[in-house]
């Protein structure tokens, strides 16, 4: 829908394998338009968790750059998702970023859709209007115990064949089980890669986030190498593989598919992600025990996951211009979890909501420098492997080649 | 001055008789300054009333898009409009909204300008400086019975022969007797397009327009043609014609120009409209008596005027930027009236207040929804014929054809 | 690094000398991305003074447009100014205005750099990583009597030639022995340029400084003429040279140096530029009384100082976005004066804090009309010859002939 911009080509081969990417990437606008188009709107994106729209009519909003989709459980207990424009003048129907709706009323002219989507006939639209006609656009869904997953793309792979190698790994954290404890939103100026890339690589966490390196040992490799064999025997005893899955890069089904998981240790005396290494809320799933690990966890290409033993912490870096960008992290725990009782949100939240202020913070001085005229690209760090990744990944998704897609299928 | 945007003809191709418009008409920069210079710089736009400046030297801007223009009382008794551009370096000449000026005495450095616009001799301009070839950009100026209407473009018709016909009908309102009793203004952070469009239907009163929908019968034409003939009848008694005039579309005498009147019922109980139907100021011009009636008035393709039997409600969408307007709305009663004794000024602004912020929060939805890379341009209702009527409008203001203008002169 | 702005030649041909310049060159933004790259990315900048940063690890920044600039005093006692990009993945490395730092710590990976900008080892950077290659960008540094200006260009040619015929005029201030009383931003929504044209003419003073006219002679060329006389014998008896130097437009060794130097006359009763006339602050450098004169300076094409007998102001007009420009100005007295024994701050930056007030105003009222449409470039007066010096450097710089630095320079 949007052309090719005239300055991509350049950009591309402008880019070198080990460094950084190029300044374009990050300050074009018409880049930014690209990326919506060809990265945001094919590929498999977060949008919540079943729990939040337990009931027929039940929604939630998933909007990034000028899309805005609508996920919501139908009457016969299914979750669809449906774009958020009216087929008659393009309002948007739900203003809200949550709520229940008995149909989707547009709030300009009535214009009235089921929960599935269909349009009821139309007022004043004359004796030739078919209502068939202009239902809204669907939006792909795919469940993974609970998680919501959206893709606008028909053509886009399925996920499925990477959550099958997942689920038997995840199924002792009880992800179905969750429920919402807390959202928070950081908005960063500075264009959506700079914050994936931030959020790739720990090689910032030992100068930037005091708090996170207490407790967690994935700054260091050295150190962390030494914890992992103690860990393995006590995840066995909580009931967790420590089996690793590694979906990504070279090994993920297609560049839009994949997953991975590993269970890494924290420091000796932490239990979970607190403040001070002590239990924050109700073990999840089937989990027996802490064992002192975290599990970092990603489904597709852009939708990360960070699971302590007894609360999940889902991110999203959701574009919203060229240079500005939601920060979204939402706080999960089990879903019989009373808050007050069984966990104390500020408790909850501190150690992200913590770091998430550092990475604003740095992610924004990251724009203002690749801002320069006189910005170069640098090399990568031995800890900044999976920014390669993502690079290629990215690179990948917006390239030239029309037969792409059908290889990725085939 | 602006070139020819380069998608331009590819989105006018895309557009379809009986659809919305595309979304590129309502998102890209270069559309919208082409449509300051094609569309807003070519046409007449109401300025304000006379009685807003009754002596020599009183002025009111006004002001859209990029352009500002002075209109003020000359020392003759007439009204003159200029450009708000220094001939010297380009500064703003008068810089509020309105005043009374000796002189247009030019902030930056005091060139000097008659009310008529003619510059005075030039301080520190050498010997050779010529004072006439100086003078402010003249604005040409068509007034209405007290109404005031502005054009910056020399080749575009004249209004009055459209004028003509409409003036016997307005006759009774006394349109020049009026004053201005409130004036507000609602930004909305839309495409000044989708304002007007907004303004052009009454599909939309009945969902979003719950107080205007209690008292006026346009949502509902069924409804209307009943009551059509009782206010004919008590309209005559009042002192008011019923004949209707359209002047529009294809009747319009030339694309620029036209003229549209149409006397219409408010529901019985309802003498003007006000929260409780009751009159809310003292009847206009030559009325005998309250018809329960409203008139619908346009003038040029543009401006647009609701007349009730004790006031005037005008309306102006003014562009800002591409997705920046202004919903302007100016309230008039009779000049003799007195707010506090004759009028309430809440009271009187209650309705078209609560309903133009109706109208901000619909539109402003409609412009998110048009913003996504998947609208697709929807049919019109047989409600919307106006809104048709404006995409002919526009299309031909930006169209290519080079013998337009003289085609629509001759 | 950025291309030619398409519209940039027609531009150039529409400009007629003796005329302002055309709308685009205001407006557009591809031209002022060029104006960084051509214009500020090219010339000689004033970062500061020596006093700023005393001791070894002081810093100041210098930021303009997207670019960042490092002016720090090193271990050696030298000044030496860094492109404030980190090598790495170029986060911006100081985040603060000013400060003092042992060594240079990139905040997001901890690249850290000595003052001299040499890279120490960089961590997991593997065993091939020679740190020798990526130091921060250097930028060259020009000293003058404690005054610092900062160049990105390695082509530009030198300043000192300029500062050479400079020295002795201005040898008696002791600018060498200035310290910063003050230092204000006023951010006015306009165009670079027009912040600089109304610096460099006074054919405004008259109708829009008021505070200033009662005070200072420019604003009337032959009251001043009057005035000159007597201010060479009183500048004599101070201490003061009459001499005027003037190494601008066809003078200047090349377009991108030069130097001015005047002393002309304030109004009798007027020793400084205070409200009643009264000094500031301890005369400065060698002077043994007050002259009832003022200095204009200028140093390169873009750095402007005002030397009064008891204080500096300086004035900087840098760019942030095509229509967004900061006015800074800096207050400078004699190095042992002490805010309150020996100044008062509100009285010394009086003066020209209300007349920058004034200039915010009437330059973003210069903006707002040369962003009409119809805005056409007015005749300069015999005032404001060096507008029109100001153009031939501007389009100089901006011009298209590849051969023009080189005869610059030889």
């Known amino acids: 829908m949007t052309g090719r911009p005239p300055e991509l080509d350049a950009l591309i081969a402008e880019y070198h394998p080990g460094l950084a990417m190029p300044r374009g990437f990050y300050t074009s606008q018409a880049i930014y338009d690209h990326d919506i188009v060809r990265v945001w709107n094919r590929n498999w994106l977060w949008a919540g968790h079943e729990s939040q729209i337990p009931e027929a009519g039940d929604y939630v909003l998933l909007d990034y750059g000028s899309e805005s989709i609508i996920i919501v459980r139908d009457r016969d207990g299914g979750v669809r998702a449906h774009l958020n424009i009216c087929r008659h003048r393009g309002s948007r129907i739900c203003t809200e970023a949550e709520g229940t709706a008995r149909v989707f009323a547009c709030p300009y002219h009535a214009w009235t859709f089921e929960l599935t989507g269909e349009l009821r006939a139309g007022r004043a639209m004359g004796p030739d209007f078919d209502p068939s006609r202009w239902g809204l656009f669907p939006v792909r869904v795919t469940l993974f115990q609970g998680l919501i997953f959206v893709c606008c793309d028909a053509d886009t792979p399925a996920l499925e064949p990477a959550l099958a190698q997942l689920a038997p790994l995840t199924a002792p954290y009880g992800l179905d089980r969750l429920k919402v404890a807390h959202k928070a939103s950081y908005p960063v100026p500075a264009n959506w890669k700079l914050a994936v890339e931030n959020y790739l690589e720990c090689y910032h966490c030992g100068p930037a986030h005091q708090e996170y390196s207490r407790s967690?040992?994935?700054?260091?490799?050295?150190?962390?190498?030494?914890?992992?064999?103690?860990?393995?025997?006590?995840?066995?005893?909580?009931?967790?593989?420590?089996?690793?899955?590694?979906?990504?890069?070279?090994?993920?089904?297609?560049?839009?598919?994949?997953?991975?998981?590993?269970?890494?240790?924290?420091?000796?005396?932490?239990?979970?992600?607190?403040?001070?290494?002590?239990?924050?809320?109700?073990?999840?799933?089937?989990?027996?025990?802490?064992?002192?690990?975290?599990?970092?966890m990603g489904i597709g290409p852009l939708n990360w996951f960070l699971v302590y033993s007894d609360h999940l912490v889902g991110y999203r870096f959701l574009p919203r211009d060229v240079q500005?960008?939601?920060?979204?992290?939402?706080?999960?725990?089990?879903?019989?979890?009373?808050?007050?009782?069984?966990?104390?949100?500020?408790?909850?939240?501190?150690?992200?909501?913590?770091?998430?202020?550092?990475?604003?913070?740095?992610?924004?001085?990251?724009?203002?420098?690749?801002?320069?005229?006189?910005?170069?690209?640098?090399?990568?760090?031995?800890?900044?492997?999976?920014?390669?990744?993502?690079?290629n990944f990215y690179l990948r998704m917006i390239g030239p080649d029309p037969e792409f897609r059908k290889a990725a299928n085939g």
Chains 1, 2, 3 share one sequence.
């Open 324 to 391: 500005q960008t939601d920060i979204e992290v939402v706080w999960m725990v089990h879903a019989d979890a009373e808050e007050g009782r069984d966990y104390d949100r500020e408790a909850l939240t501190w150690l992200w909501h913590v770091t998430s202020q550092d990475d604003e913070r740095i992610i924004r001085h990251n724009q203002a420098g690749v801002n320069s005229a006189y910005f170069q690209p640098g090399p990568l760090s031995e800890m900044e492997g999976w920014v390669g990744d993502f690079y």
């Open 216 to 296: 967690h040992s994935l700054k260091s490799p050295k150190e962390m190498a030494e914890l992992v064999g103690p860990l393995a025997a006590r995840a066995a005893a909580a009931g967790l593989s420590s089996e690793m899955l590694d979906l990504t890069g070279a090994a993920a089904p297609t560049p839009f598919t994949g997953a991975y998981l590993r269970r890494y240790p924290l420091y000796p005396g932490y239990d979970t992600g607190s403040r001070d290494g002590a239990p924050l809320a109700p073990l999840l799933g089937d989990l027996k025990g802490y064992d002192g690990g975290a599990t970092d």
